[in-house]
């Protein structure tokens, strides 16, 4: 079985800057990739980036160039660090982890609000 927790979600102003991160535990699993995904009241939930156990990073085009996507090198905890923040990036975030042979399992969210 595998848990998956965020943390790091709060109040920020616009132009400031939020690090989110998911943490994976449990045994009898290995994490394969792991990606942060967004909703926000009212609307689908969206990809924001993911990263591959090789490192490999991918990222929604809204968030390029402002988001950054990392790991840990046991492959068990994964960052969103988020900078230049708009209020369209208010959302609650969530991990999801890919693993085997497990599969996905999502954490709870952890809320952005980004306001003056």
């Known amino acids: 079985q595998v848990r998956v927790v965020e943390s790091g979600g709060g109040l920020v102003q616009p132009g400031g800057s939020l690090r989110l991160s998911c943490t994976a535990s449990?045994?009898?699993?290995?994490?394969?990739?792991m990606s942060w995904w967004r909703q926000a009241p009212g609307k689908q939930r969206e990809l924001v980036a993911d990263?591959?156990?090789?490192?490999?990073?991918t990222y929604a085009d809204s968030v390029k160039g402002r988001f950054t996507i990392s790991r840990d090198g046991a492959m068990n905890k994964s960052y969103l660090q988020m900078n230049i923040l708009k209020p369209e990036d208010t959302a609650t975030y969530f991990c999801?982890?890919?693993?085997?042979?497990?599969?996905?399992?999502w954490g709870q969210g952890t809320q952005v609000i980004v306001s003056s």
């Open positions: 449990g045994s009898g699993f290995r994490v394969i990739a």
């Open positions: 999801n982890v890919y693993s085997v042979p497990i599969k996905e399992t």
């Open positions: 990263i591959t156990q090789e490192g490999t990073t």
